[in-house]
């Protein structure tokens, strides 16, 4: 079957479903072309079936149903090409809701078949079912993602139906029926989940609910799809600080200043916030470390001292001996991390402060932060059991190999798009600062 030979049928289709005239009667031969049987649903059957179930087909592209059926007739047993033949039948006598019933048959046993999307999508448009017709347009444009016209229709009954589920939404929040603007926001999403506004929209009605943690996944989608939107950012922003995320609040907030640096709002949002977290007289270098192409030992040890300030004590352990940190200017974070045992002072009592953080690394002391807060009672589960992880550039022969596998194993890392760890490479600033968010969230 040629791609594209199922167009006419669907234009038809969309045409009539977005018309408040009753459909046109039925044509003969059929409205819409319709070529070779697809090979994969003769390839199983014997010459006899095969050539009953040609004869039937050719009769139904000449228009003459009834001699259509007369040959499927002679079947033994109807299979999937008895009930495509079937459904094309009945769609041309409009009798689309035994179409749609034979199609769904067909996919059952050929769930890759875009003919029968095709003729399963103009049966429920016929129907007023555009849920299930933007579905099968949808899988078919898995089958054929280079059909124009397919895609065309596709984005119309896609534009089409968000549009409707963004006013039913609107509506039934000005009427203050929550439940209902959900149910159509979440609808639209399906449609449409790229749409930044539809994730607003959801997170707005979350929050009126008091469902923060819903709230703030539909604002990082909106974010995340619209990262240049100030007041999508600020409602982020502030959504997080209700929610007492202060770490990420205070990035959502730099980062709304780094779009609008003479915001007096959000610079004096910035100042409480750290002095919130004891951070108001941090050195400049705190404030580069998301910027940096590869993070240091000093740049580390201070990240983790201001990220897990809630969770950690003010003074670590018993101090240890350092003997190159003077004037270093995260000596105090350095202090306070080696001390806790998260970072290693060297056996000649030096820190090297400048040394930068490869990601085995990172791996090491990810895993002594995951035995600290476990010996404090912190119920950390693995995300990945760590005998199905796979890491072809580390062998277990590797010094950090065991702590690699845990940062793994709890997504706290992940391997390259080429499944590679990559050891030996820096950690940059956006990946350090991201890790750490994550293992916060790990231990909330």
């Not at 259509?68 to 033994?76: D, G, P, Q, V």
Request: hydrophobic share 40%; aromatic share 8%; net charge neutral.
């Amino acid at each position: 079957m040629k791609k594209g030979s199922w167009l006419l049928l669907v234009i038809i289709a969309l045409t009539w479903s977005s018309s408040c005239l009753p459909p046109p009667p039925a044509l003969t031969p059929p409205p819409f072309p319709l070529e070779s049987l697809p090979p994969a649903l003769t390839a199983t059957l014997s010459l006899q079936e095969r050539l009953v179930t040609e004869e039937a087909w050719n009769e139904l592209r000449r228009g003459n149903l009834k001699a259509a059926e007369t040959s499927l007739a002679k079947l033994r047993q109807p299979g999937a090409s008895f009930y495509l033949i079937t459904g094309f039948i009945q769609l041309t006598r409009m009798e689309n809701a035994a179409a749609k019933e034979s199609f769904e048959k067909v996919l059952a046993d050929f769930p890759r078949l875009s003919l029968a999307y095709a003729g399963l999508a103009q049966a429920c448009l016929n129907l007023g079912d555009k849920d299930r017709a933007f579905t099968a347009l949808r899988e078919l444009l898995k089958e054929e993602p280079e059909n124009n016209r397919a895609r065309e229709l596709f984005n119309e009954l896609k534009d089409s139906r968000t549009n409707e589920l963004r006013e039913a939404a609107r509506e039934a929040i000005k009427q203050g029926n929550l439940t209902a603007a959900k149910e159509a926001l979440l609808q639209g999403l399906h449609y449409s989940p790229e749409a930044p506004d539809l994730h607003l929209s959801l997170a707005q009605v979350y929050r009126q609910e008091k469902n923060l943690p819903a709230a703030l996944t539909h604002l990082k989608a909106a974010v995340d799809l619209a990262p240049r939107q100030r007041d999508l950012l600020r409602q982020y922003a502030e959504t997080l600080l209700e929610a007492e995320q202060y770490s990420r609040s205070l990035d959502a907030f730099e980062r709304l200043l780094e779009l609008n640096p003479g915001d007096k709002e959000v610079q004096a949002r910035l100042a409480a916030l750290k002095d919130k977290l004891g951070i108001v007289e941090l050195p400049s270098q705190y404030e580069t470390i998301p910027r940096l192409e590869s993070v240091s030992r000093e740049d580390l040890a201070a990240l983790i001292a201001v990220k897990f300030k809630n969770f950690l004590p003010p003074q670590g352990g018993t101090p240890p001996i350092i003997v190159d940190i003077a004037t270093s200017w995260a000596s105090r974070f350095i202090i306070q991390t080696a001390s806790l045992g998260f970072l290693e002072v060297y056996s000649d009592h030096t820190f090297r402060p400048k040394n930068i953080i490869t990601r085995a690394e990172m791996a090491e002391t990810l895993a002594r932060m995951l035995r600290y807060f476990r010996e404090r009672g912190k119920k950390l589960i693995p995300q990945i059991p760590s005998e199905k992880i796979v890491v072809p550039d580390v062998t277990p022969e590797h010094a950090y190999y065991a702590s690699i596998i845990e940062a793994i194993s709890y997504q706290l890392m992940e391997l390259s798009a080429e499944k590679l760890f990559k050891p030996d490479s820096p950690v940059s600033g956006l990946e350090a600062v991201r890790t750490m968010d994550v293992f916060l969230s790990l231990i909330r």
